[in-house]
């Protein structure tokens, strides 16, 4: 049976990065001199770890970034074109789930705000968040650290201070730098509030949705009427409110 894969994900892409763009923040990422004052609110070792397939383009409808299909158990278009296309290749991915109490500007102080996508707002970036860590490029940097303060640290647990984590400029390139904070106990706030690990996973497979092979084979025989076509665990609203900000 000949498909033709590439329509049909560059279609997919075009799909999904429509809805994504009035979506509420899951992730927090750093613009250069900007930093961010967080809590991660889960040890290291339990961490959200998954496969993902990520390719840059300028042309936001031809990126790719999206959660290997086989980590919800389903068959990945995306590890299939890899077959062909090298940088498409999954690579382990680190999601630290933290508390962000602001990002500021360190040239003007101001905070950093987002648009609203309900209320259309300006709203200062604060509240529960997911750091995409990788050992590749320069956010390794921020992985490497936390391995080591895992290491360094008496009680070995990152989640016993706050951190400040920026992205800094030194003329020719850009470099992440993480500073701890003094030790102090978690806020009782931040520690009763905070989403569980599977919350924090389902979130991030919605925001990053898997590419599921879609095979005639499998429509017409052998598996159930309704195969799901909608790959996000929760409903959109409900994933929403799993990630409280106050
Ligand atoms: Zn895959």
Known sequence: MTVDTLAEIDAELKRSTTPRTTRKQVFLYLSVDQKALIRPIYNLNSV????????????????????????IGEPCEL???????????ASKTFFVPVYVYSVVSVKTGAR???????????KPVVGFRVLELSAFGK???????????????????????????????????????????????????I??????????????????????????????????DDIPTDVSPVPAQEAEDDIPEF
């Open 79 to 89: 590890c299939l074109a890899a077959q062909e296309e090298k940088k498409l290749t």
């Open 139 to 189: 956010i390794s940097g921020v992985l490497t650290y936390f391995r080591s303060f895992l290491r360094d640290n008496p009680e070995h647990d990152i989640t016993v201070c706050d951190f400040t984590i920026e992205l800094s400029n030194s003329g020719t390139s850009n470099s992440y730098v993480v500073q701890p904070q003094p030790a102090k106990p978690m806020h009782p706030q």
């Open 112 to 122: 950093l705000t987002y648009k609203d996508p309900n209320t259309k707002e300006q």
């Open 48 to 71: 959200v770890s998954m496969m993902k397939h990520f390719k840059w383009n300028d042309n936001a409808d031809y990126k790719v970034d999206a959660i290997c299909a086989r980590e």
């Open 191 to 224: 520690r009763a509030k905070a989403p569980a690990l599977e919350a924090f996973r389902k979130v991030i497979i919605e925001a990053r949705p898997p590419q599921i092979v879609q095979n005639d084979d499998m429509a017409l025989g052998g598996l159930d």
